[in-house]
């Protein structure tokens, strides 16, 4: 059972902003720094996002994280076919004493 | 560059154990702890726990101690996962992630996935 909370899905067309939200509590993105994950159809989660804001080399800086409270966000401006992925966020749970995911979601490029 | 090679897929009758490896290269091993993920068909992430490279000492998620247990050997890179007294419920897709330091459990590098089916 997840304790982030996340849409189970997201759309738009190329060229636009969107943006996903992931709701928290204060024992994880309330107090730890949180990360983003984008899992391509059929492979493996990669690190998108980093320590709230912060981008791994080689993803575009169309990709950017935000926080508000306990609440995380990931945006994608300029959004392309190839960003049609699920999306899942992260952080450490003081409470649970482990990593967290969130329940993520999907982004459809229509 | 920082590559994770797990082994391949498994079909198991309930009941049985299996062992999952996964074999680092491109770094150094002891520098950065590895994490273990599940994935159920359709589902989402689910973190299992974490292993210390340096000292060997395993940490378990909520959910995921007495029939899993996480080891490694350092002499060949490599992590393991072991799943016991396998359950219909333990089909799913098991992926390593490199820890983003040698206590970190934020995934910087993952490996290609194994599944494993329990059926009868």
């Known amino acids: 059972q997840s304790v982030l909370t996340q849409p189970p899905s997201a759309s738009g067309t190329p060229g636009q902003r969107v943006t996903i939200s992931c709701s928290g509590s204060?024992?994880?993105?309330?107090?730890?720094?949180f990360h983003w994950y984008q899992q391509l159809p059929g492979t493996a989660p990669r690190l998108l996002i980093y320590?709230?804001?912060q981008r791994p080399s080689g993803v575009p800086d169309r990709f950017s994280g935000s926080k508000s409270g306990t609440s995380a966000s990931l945006a994608i401006s300029g959004l392309q076919s190839e960003d049609e992925a699920d999306y899942y966020c992260?952080?450490?749970?003081?409470?649970?004493?482990?990593?967290?995911f969130g329940t993520g979601t999907k982004v459809t490029v229509l | 560059q920082v590559q994770l090679v797990q082994s391949g897929s498994e079909l198991k009758k309930p009941g049985a154990s299996v062992k999952v490896s996964c074999k680092a290269s491109?770094?150094?091993?002891?520098?950065?702890?590895m994490n273990w993920v599940r994935q159920a068909p359709g589902q989402g992430l689910e973190w299992m726990g974490w292993?210390?490279?340096?000292?060997?000492?395993?940490r378990y998620g909520q959910g995921f101690t007495g029939r899993f247990v996480i080891s490694l050997d350092t002499s060949v890179s490599t992590a393991y996962l072991q799943i016991s007294s396998r359950k219909a419920e333990d089909t799913a897709v098991y992926y390593c992630?490199?820890?983003?330091?040698?206590?970190?459990?934020?995934?910087?590098?993952w490996g290609q996935g194994t599944l494993v089916t329990v059926s009868s």
């Open positions: 992630a490199r820890g983003s330091g040698p206590t970190g459990t934020r995934g910087d590098y």
């Open positions: 491109g770094y150094t091993f002891t520098d950065h702890a």
């Open positions: 292993i210390n490279t340096n000292t060997g000492i395993p």
């Open positions: 204060s024992s994880n993105i309330g107090k730890n720094t």
């Open positions: 320590n709230n804001y």
């Open positions: 992260g952080a450490w749970d003081d409470s649970l004493n482990g990593q967290v």
